[in-house]
């Protein structure tokens, strides 16, 4: 390994222990002072090369505000960072859903499923994994409730697929984060991969490259 990219290694940990929070990692102490569905995943993954413990420490600290649908929420919320950022726990209100986590503060919606693969990561980069057993154990059906809730959303009215009209009409949700899942593509194989309805998949599957797309409005509703 050259200097120069050692360097780089030892300022990359420098930075994620300099925010780190005792359970979490702050991906930006004054930008973005919370904690973070996807930058938690990536986190961990790169912790998981040079501390076992930090990274299934990030990847249950996000697991415990886990909505009781299965939803993993985008942010979870620090107490003690309140007022710094836009929007926050008064704006999603999120309290008023019966599937919020109990005294976990969150943000309403959630971010594409990385998750499993950074719990993999964590296990094959571990240079005990026998000890990193109990944590997949874990974390199993913790991720099984994240995909039935994948699913449950791409099956639901945020998600229309008319093969009588020659459209998709999906949630505005996946335009915000269309680059998250590499591309409109990437919004389509994901939406492919949980769909049921051999029809709507059918009509996918043979208009993927020219699928025309309609976004619906997004529900702040949906929320609360």
């Known amino acids: 390994m050259s200097r120069i990219f050692a360097d780089y290694i030892e300022r990359a940990r420098d930075i ?13 102490p004054s930008l973005y002072p919370h904690q973070w569905n996807w930058d938690t995943g990536f986190i961990a993954i790169g912790r998981s090369h040079y501390d076992t413990v930090r990274a299934i420490q990030e990847i249950e600290s996000l697991f415990d505000a886990q909505w009781t649908n299965g939803m993993l929420p985008q942010i979870v919320f620090n107490p003690e960072e309140l007022g710094h950022y836009f929007p926050e726990p008064d704006f999603w209100q999120t309290e008023r ?24 990561k964590i296990y094959q980069n571990a240079r005990q994994p026998r000890s990193v057993r109990p ?21 639901s009215s945020e998600v229309l697929v008319l093969p009588e009209e020659g459209k998709m009409l999906i949630s505005e949700i996946f335009r915000w984060y269309e680059k998250d899942f590499g591309g409109k ?3 389509i194989d994901f939406i492919f991969d949980y769909l049921v309805g051999e029809n709507a998949r059918h009509f996918i599957r043979e208009n993927s490259l020219n699928l025309p797309i309609e976004y619906l409005h997004y529900d702040w509703y949906l929320n609360r």
């Open 16 to 28: 994620l222990d300099n925010n780190w929070t005792g359970s979490s990692t702050k991906p930006a």
């Open 135 to 155: 944590f997949l154990e874990r974390m199993y059906p913790k991720l099984l409730e994240l995909e039935e809730a994948a699913k449950s959303f791409v099956n």
């Open 97 to 120: 859903s019966p599937y919020a986590p109990a005294g976990k503060l969150t943000s309403g919606i959630t971010m594409p499923p990385i998750h499993a693969v950074a719990v993999e």
């Open 185 to 187: 593509g990437g919004v």
